[in-house]
Nanobody, 128 residues
Framework: EVELVESGGGRVQAGGSLRLSCAAS????????MGWIRQAPGKEREAVSC????????NYADSVKGRFTISSDNAKNTVYLQMNSLKPEDTAVYYC?????????????????????WGQGTQVTVSS
């Protein structure tokens, strides 16, 4: 059974930075794409980024483009989300999840319903 464990969430002031990590196990990491999806209270889930573990292709939602950077370390079976210039509207629970393949470079991430296995999530709170 696929296991995904997120960490790195917390509380930060607007303009600050956080780095989320997602440790994956029990599947062949490099054969999958990995994504970060967030859900704010009362809002729908939003896929914010995706990375192909095999070739490094990345996608970003317009809402985070230029501020967030996704990366992966195949040797550690871990995917990261570096979040800079955080805004109060970035407050949400952030989940990592598996996908078959990201969209082509420059495209938005796949829709949230297309992601397969999900972690338990990590809370990010940005105060103004």
């Amino acid at each position: 059974e696929v296991e995904l464990v997120e960490s790195g969430g917390g509380r930060v002031q607007a303009g600050g930075s956080l780095r989320l990590s997602c440790a994956a196990s029990r599947f062949t990491f490099e054969n999958f794409a990995m994504g970060w999806i967030r859900q704010a209270p009362g809002k729908e889930r939003e896929a914010v980024s995706c990375i192909n573990s095999r070739d490094g292709t990345t996608n970003y939602a317009d809402s985070v483009k230029g501020r967030f950077t996704i990366s992966s370390d195949n040797a550690k079976n871990t995917v990261y989300l570096q979040m800079n210039s955080l805004k109060p509207e970035d407050t949400a629970v952030y989940y990592c999840a598996t996908h078959g393949v990201c969209r082509s470079t420059g495209s938005p991430p796949p829709t949230t319903s297309d992601f397969g296995n999900w972690g338990q999530g990590t809370q990010v709170t940005v105060s103004s």
